[in-house]
């Protein structure tokens, strides 16, 4: 599959933006869907993971309650909806795809095959 993120953009800190990923090909609906991201200067971390019906979200602690990762398989498309923005937030954001695998953590970068190229977000203060 191939995964297209879009949606960043510069906003400031309290301030909202919706991120959208979409994938390619008629098995997305099969893979669990992440979004990880990356500040300058650090390792890609994991923000969320999003099992293949939608039904389960797994968060990082410190994006728990601000942000809503979704997905509509019609479109083939996954959203991170990122609500009360913090400077922290700034990063580039990427989306990944991972065949469903009950061995290896929904974190783990690892069992993600797919990346899309990333979109920035840049919170101001």
């Known amino acids: 599959v191939q995964l297209q993120a879009s949606g960043g953009g510069l906003v400031q800190a309290g301030g909202s933006l919706r991120l959208s990923c979409s994938g390619s090909g008629r098995t997305f609906s099969g893979y669990v869907m992440g979004w990880f991201r990356q500040a300058p200067g650090m390792e890609r971390e994991f923000v969320s993971s999003t099992t293949t019906n939608g039904d389960f979200t797994l968060y990082e602690e410190s994006v728990k309650g601000r942000f809503t990762s979704s997905r509509d398989n019609t479109k083939n498309t996954l959203y991170l909806e990122m609500n009360n923005l913090k400077v922290e937030d700034t990063a580039v954001y990427y989306c990944?795809?991972?065949?469903?695998?009950?061995?290896?953590?929904?974190?783990?970068?690892?069992?993600?095959?797919?990346w899309g190229q990333g979109t920035q977000v840049t919170v101001s203060s």
């Open positions: 990944a795809a991972s065949v469903p695998n009950r061995y290896k953590s929904l974190r783990d970068q690892d069992r993600y095959t797919y």
